[in-house]
């Protein structure tokens, strides 16, 4: 069978579980889980995975799921990845009322699509074609919240990173896979439905104490040290920093506080703040995350109290494969149309884990259209939902297809003129260095 009448076979699966596809992208958006708490979506993920006879193993980084499918040979693995979590969002008319999750950031199409393209690729029979197989992978916690929950599942020896992927990573699920592929929703105009290629921050994060001394607010404040008055000097000192950074290395730095105090009527002796310092580059956030640490410090000298910087490991910047890129490219073409898609060089502000993985293999992250509304807030919904679950499914059966047919030329193409900037062992080394930071 000629490759195109297997990718021919294998949409036209697809189209006839078009149905059930969006029925499992809707249920996900109507049940958001945080990371690591994604257990009820693990299920769904299980109970696809075994209506297609998937052998699957669960709990990989409390709620992870992977199921592998063997090709006629077995000569490249590529990995089709979905991210199990919502955002908090309590606005959202979707959220949980208990927790404030939504899914206004489309993971739960990138699962629908993920498995999707596993129901095109089993039902058809396509991977009996194939020279290579595929892992199906259902990643948790992309999004980098609650960083005080995930501090404590990794200090009681739960897990090792805050960010799924990266997890996975540690925990060596990356170790067989030759490259990767998943996709985000995006709201798109101008007629764009996809978009392939494109850069963006990566990131480290900081769980700030600030340290005072309690005193009557009234009667004596004059005895105590005000740890809030500290954590606002060393926010005005961030601020005082911001001049130096430079517009190409795109610095972001956005504090939080998260406890200011007590009661009002004490001098506050502890205050709690959150940060990131993202980035272009490691360099330059390396480089900006220093300055905001000799501000933080400035704060606490100003006014005689103490601070704690812990260091958290963020993610790494972005870097599609190009190669991979054109064509997964070429499939959004013979599925939306030329005109529906576009190669973008644009620079996202924003980050993912999937950038750790970038560092390490292969990888893609095009961007899919079909919602409306801004990311992360409570106007985000589902405007197309053939265009959100369907057409990524599609395209990503499609590429795993190009990537393994006859003799998995392309991916070993792919393979050979990839090179990582780590390995897993140097990459594991960089971010313990940061837990061992200040």
Request: charged residues 20%; proline residues 3%; aromatic residues 6%.
């Amino acid at each position: 069978m000629s490759k195109e009448a297997i990718k021919k076979k294998v949409c036209q699966v697809i189209e006839q579980h078009k149905a059930e596809i969006i029925a499992i992208g809707n249920d996900i958006f109507a049940h958001p889980e945080l990371g690591y708490k994604e257990f009820r979506t693990a299920d769904i993920v299980k109970r696809v995975f075994g209506d297609l006879g998937l052998q699957y193993r669960d709990q990989i980084g409390i709620t992870g799921v992977r199921a592998d499918a063997k090709g006629k040979n077995s000569k490249c693995r590529v990995a089709v990845m979905g991210e199990l979590d919502a955002v908090v969002c309590p606005d959202h008319p979707h959220a949980d009322p208990l927790t404030g999750a939504a899914h206004s950031c489309g993971h739960n199409a990138q699962i629908a699509g993920m498995l999707g393209a596993a129901i095109g690729l089993i039902k058809s029979g396509a991977m009996s074609e194939l020279d290579g197989d595929v892992a199906f992978m259902a990643v948790p916690a992309e999004e980098y919240v609650e960083i005080g929950y995930r501090q404590k599942l990794r200090e009681t020896g739960k897990i090792q990173f805050l960010g799924g992927k990266q997890e996975w990573i540690a925990l060596g699920e990356l170790e067989d896979i030759d490259m990767l592929m998943m996709f985000h929703s995006a709201s798109t105009t101008d007629g764009m439905k996809a978009a392939v290629g494109g850069t963006s921050n990566g990131f480290v994060g900081k769980l700030v104490k600030y340290i005072g001394k309690e005193a009557h607010a009234g009667g004596a404040p004059h005895q105590g040290i005000n740890a809030l008055n500290a954590a606002m000097v060393g926010m005005m000192a961030i601020h005082a920093n911001r001049e130096t950074f430079q517009d190409s290395d795109h610095i972001r730095v956005h504090p939080i506080i998260t406890k200011g105090g007590d009661l009002v009527n004490i001098v506050p002796a502890e205050v709690v703040m959150e940060t990131y310092v993202r980035g272009k580059t490691m360099d330059s956030i390396v480089d900006a995350s220093s300055k905001v640490n000799r501000a933080l410090k400035a704060g606490a000298m100003a006014v005689g109290a103490e601070v704690e910087i812990t260091e958290i490991p963020g993610y790494l910047p972005r870097l599609n494969n190009e190669l991979m890129g054109n064509l997964i490219k070429d499939n959004f073409v013979a599925i939306l149309g030329e005109e529906a898609v576009t190669v973008s060089q644009r620079h996202g502000a924003g980050s993912s884990d999937i950038g750790d993985v970038m560092h390490l293999l292969p990888a893609i992250h095009p961007y899919i259209g079909g919602v409306a509304g801004t990311a992360h807030s409570k106007d985000y919904v589902i405007t197309d939902e053939e265009l959100a679950y369907v057409a990524g499914a599609k395209a990503m059966a499609m590429t795993v297809i190009d990537l393994l047919f006859d003799g998995a030329q392309h991916a070993a193409k792919v393979v050979e003129e990839f090179e990582p900037v780590y390995s897993r062992q140097e990459y594991l080394s960089m971010w313990n260095d940061f837990f061992n930071a200040e």
